[in-house]
């Protein structure tokens, strides 16, 4: 036990916390909003894994963000091109 400032001493044990936000904005935008989670997630991605290469635990997961976040951006740019080449998007309202 100490008594002093300064004498204690913390250890980062949990995992990193930019991968984990990185990976959820990443497996959420393949179904929705992908248009925004997936640079979220490349970013997020990006900064957890140069924090990985620094020490940080969750490299695999800061990984799979980037690559998720990359996967959703090509996604939406291939449902912008076949909603293009059909027409547009329409809603039809019936009543």
């Known amino acids: 036990m100490t ?3 300064g004498n204690t001493t913390r250890s980062r044990t949990g995992t990193n916390g ?33 924090n990985a290469n620094r020490g940080a635990s969750g490299r695999g997961m800061a990984l799979a963000s980037v690559i998720l976040g990359a996967f959703d951006i090509i996604l939406f740019v291939v449902l912008l091109v076949v909603a293009s080449n059909n027409g547009g998007l329409q809603w039809h309202v019936s009543g």
């Open 3 to 5: 008594t002093g400032y």
């Open 18 to 50: 930019l991968a984990v936000a990185g990976l959820v904005c990443g497996v959420v935008g393949v179904f929705v909003l992908n248009f925004i989670l997936g640079p979220l997630a490349l970013i997020f991605g990006g900064v957890g894994l140069r």
